[in-house]
């Protein structure tokens, strides 16, 4: 293989996975070219500087043509031929993954049984070379089962699901022709409650690194939404990313590059494998546009033998929007230049053409500064695809996102005063949580509520305090987050003894409190705690504040017009009307 300067990377295959290799490789001094069947009109074959090769990914000749020249070569699609990978390395080639990675992960029963072998958490799966041992499967597993192409499967082509025993001769026909007589197996049925997705990148020195676990939304088996991170709790993406961290190790040293790990999320709390793939996956395209180094670019910096970028999100949260084509380019496109519009949406077109229905064209990048804050653009770009929030029987359902500040008291008798700070943290767009979390008749509740609630991702907690006012002290001392507690007036002291008790905290454990009864201004106080980081939150109070500066001024206006007599009558006549 012969040196060139800058390095070349050839890339087997030409669609938009090449395409956006091929946009990161100037930035770090890589040329690109690629082998597709479309040549140099190929999504990738228009950004490759190197040079195209037109023929098929499997062609052996093609292969060594496209090597000439090449530095190394790596993939945007496993469905090559591993033999062919195998023969380049004989006669010198990097092939990076390696022939042997592809070789694993290419079959997925020979992936599943690589996994089992290392001690990756797997569903139950099994081999089906034949109808007869569907048939098995099914006594040994229940029904529903999935039905799997061993080989050439992707976006849901290759899955079908057996549902009742008349289902088996026709859905075994239709798997086993689809894998080009690759051969079929099945799985277990997961009772999962969400799909998770890794990205890990492995680098030639071994070095390993994951991105952040993401929720993946998948309609008709194919990913059309992607949430980062994921909502669901902080020991399930820690365990989501070790198990996808750990897969890839097992891999051994020809695994590098980058790998899409997709997982689940069982109702039991367990996360399990569900299938690899050797390149960069839907399910990262969001570090695009929310890390400081993406999928991409960290796939390149891999092959290449580069130090390994930064797998962490620069933005508070971020969800990725799949624009599939509807059969005519002009309707299709309608999303495109409404997300152009967006603040903080990015638009990834793929210069496909023509928009076939349901042919990836592109996606939408959103990011926010929080959870609560990405709604807004996400529901609307949801709307414009046609994509309900709501999954039912063709998916799962959207998370909500995760919320900012916990609203919490001692009984429900609190809940009259407390639904004050609630008022507020909506009209600031602010999510959050209410619960009764007694510190006296739940303390293990309360323990667990306080030491966990920053790893679910609050960032501040209001806590009602009524009679025997311990709550906020108590929460304060076993969370590291900022606490404001809300004196409730009682009927025997009216809340002062609650204020006391919040207020003669000992040294080192603070609470914030606020006026007996005034729940608001501690849902203010929350919103400027959360707007101290939030751009977004923090204009929201600037304009809350020039309203109540013009409150004022209009009642002052009024007074010196109608005069004080007269003002005070109509303040009277007011209060009556609300009485009434």
């Known amino acids: 293989m012969n040196a060139t300067s800058p390095p070349v990377i050839g890339i087997i295959g030409g669609g938009q996975l090449g395409r956006m290799m091929a946009l990161e490789a100037p930035r770090l001094s890589l040329k690109i070219r690629c082998l597709d069947a479309n040549g140099a009109d190929s999504p990738c074959g228009r950004y490759s500087e190197a040079g195209c090769v037109e023929g098929g990914l499997k062609d052996e000749a093609k292969l060594l043509e496209l090597a000439k020249g090449c530095n190394v070569i790596t993939m945007e699609i496993e469905h090559v031929s591993v033999p062919a990978l195998a023969t380049l390395e004989s006669q010198g080639v990097t092939v990076r993954p390696s022939s042997n990675t592809i070789r694993i992960i290419q079959d997925k029963y020979v992936q599943k049984d690589h996994f089992a072998r290392n001690g990756v958490a797997l569903g139950r799966y099994m081999d089906c070379p034949g109808k007869e041992e569907v048939r098995k499967a099914i006594g040994l597993f229940g029904l529903p089962l999935m039905l799997k192409s061993r080989k050439e499967g992707y976006d849901g082509r290759g899955n079908a699901v057996v549902r009742t025993l008349s289902d088996v001769d026709s859905k075994f026909d239709e798997l086993y022709n689809a894998g080009k007589s690759g051969g079929v197996y099945c799985e277990g049925w997961v009772d999962f409650v969400d799909e998770l997705a890794v990205m890990v990148v492995k680098g030639a020195n071994g070095d390993v ?55 689940f999320l069982t109702r039991e709390g367990d996360v399990l494998l569900n299938e690899v793939a050797p390149r960069p996956h839907n399910t990262g395209h969001y570090t695009q546009d929310a890390c400081a180094v993406s999928q991409f670019e960290n796939h390149l910096r891999a092959v290449a033998g580069m130090e390994l970028g930064d797998t962490s999100m620069c933005v508070g949260a971020a969800a990725m929007v799949n624009v599939l084509g509807c059969g005519e380019m002009r309707e299709t496109l309608k999303v495109n230049d409404l997300a152009l519009g967006m603040e903080r949406a990015t638009v990834h077109w793929y210069g496909k053409s023509p928009a076939k229905k349901g042919r990836k064209m592109g996606h939408v990048n959103v990011t926010a500064d929080s959870e609560s804050e990405l709604q807004t653009n996400l529901k609307i770009l949801l709307d414009a695809v046609g994509l309900p929030e709501e999954g039912g029987k063709d998916g799962g359902d959207i998370p909500k996102p995760e919320p900012l500040v916990g609203v919490i008291m001692g009984s429900d008798s609190d809940l009259p005063a407390m639904s004050k700070a609630v008022d507020i943290l909506k009209s600031f767009g602010i999510a959050y949580e209410v619960d009764i979390v007694s510190a006296h008749r739940t303390p293990e509740k309360m323990m667990d509520y306080a030491r966990l609630a920053h790893q679910r991702g609050l960032q501040c907690i209001i806590a009602g305090a009524g009679g025997a006012a311990h709550l906020p002290g108590m929460v304060a001392s076993l969370t590291p987050l900022p606490v404001i507690g809300v004196p409730i007036k009682t009927s025997t002291l009216s809340g002062v003894d609650s204020l006391y008790s919040i207020c003669q905290m000992p040294r080192g454990i603070p609470v914030a409190t606020v006026a007996i009864g005034n729940a608001e201004n501690a849902g203010l106080l929350a919103v400027r705690i959360v707007g101290s980081t939030r751009e977004g939150v923090m204009e929201k109070m600037i304009e809350y504040q020039k309203g109540l500066k013009e409150v004022v001024e209009g009642k002052s206006e009024r007074l010196v017009e109608m005069g004080s007599t007269e003002y005070l009558a109509q303040m009277a006549n007011k209060n009556a009307t609300v009485g009434v």
């Open 209 to 263: 690194k994951s991105y952040p676990t993401v929720t993946a939304i998948q309609r008709d088996s194919v990913c059309r939404v992607v949430v980062a991170p994921a909502r669901c709790s902080r020991e399930a993406r820690l365990k989501a990313e070790e198990v996808a961290r750990k897969a890839i190790s097992s891999l051994g040293d020809g695994a590098v590059g980058i790998f899409g790990v997709e997982l």
